[in-house]
């Protein structure tokens, strides 16, 4: 029997696929409709076909396994692609430094005004909420961002407090900063139907 002029068969797979395609998309990092049209493509490229109609598991068999072949090799081409950015790159032409501190060509130019923009957007809003924050966080946050690097020492000595007590302290205030953006930050819409 050929799985490609069996209808019946195709429309018995169909709910199975988009099923293991489901199960198989997030680790693979790509949409479940994808990965269900490529293994639809393979057995269309393949010619499969079924070794016995009387055995219904074989092309359950054959379906999953090739679910798991495509969200492996989905895996494998991510693994060698390099995503184009297209903030590293000018209007002219040229491209900008890296951020991770690399290599620099000799005609590197600033941020875009947008990014620095938005950059201190961001360091406003966060300097802004950490002066909010209750008792000694504030202080304790101050220290902990500053750009001499203080080590837990030096931080103990600035506030008076013991270095032992830093790490509780400083877990607190992180979970207080953390709730308190997180109430400013707009709650996304949601996603896919609506019930």
């Known amino acids: 029997m050929d799985l490609l ?3 019946d068969l195709v429309t018995e797979l169909g709910p199975l696929l988009s099923a293991e395609a489901a199960a198989e998309a997030p680790g693979a990092g ?3 409709a994808d990965l269900e049209q490529a293994v639809w493509v393979r057995l269309l490229e ?3 076909r079924a070794p ?7 092309p359950a068999r054959w379906l999953r396994r090739a679910v798991r072949a495509e969200a492996r090799s989905a895996r494998r081409r991510a693994e060698r692609e390099i995503p184009y950015d297209h903030r590293r790159h000018l ?7 890296p951020a991770d501190g690399g290599p620099q060509p000799a005609a590197a130019t600033g941020p875009v005004p947008e990014e620095a923009l ?3 957007e961001e360091n406003r809003a966060l300097r802004s909420a950490v002066a909010r924050l209750p008792g000694r966080c504030p202080e304790l946050m101050k220290a902990l961002l ?3 690097d203080l080590t837990y020492r030096e931080i103990a000595g600035e506030l008076g407090i013991s270095q032992g007590s830093l790490g509780p302290v400083r877990s607190r205030c992180l979970g207080c900063l953390r709730r ?3 109430a400013e930050v707009a709650a996304p819409g949601l996603r896919g139907r609506e019930r």
């Open 5 to 7: 002029k069996d209808p």
């Open 30 to 32: 790509m949409d479940a």
């Open 46 to 48: 393949s010619g499969r």
């Open 52 to 58: 016995d109609p009387a055995d219904p598991a074989e």
């Open 91 to 97: 209007a002219d032409g040229r491209r900008r430094p």
């Open 118 to 120: 938005l950059h201190g």
């Open 146 to 148: 500053s750009p001499r």
């Open 180 to 182: 308190m953006l997180a």
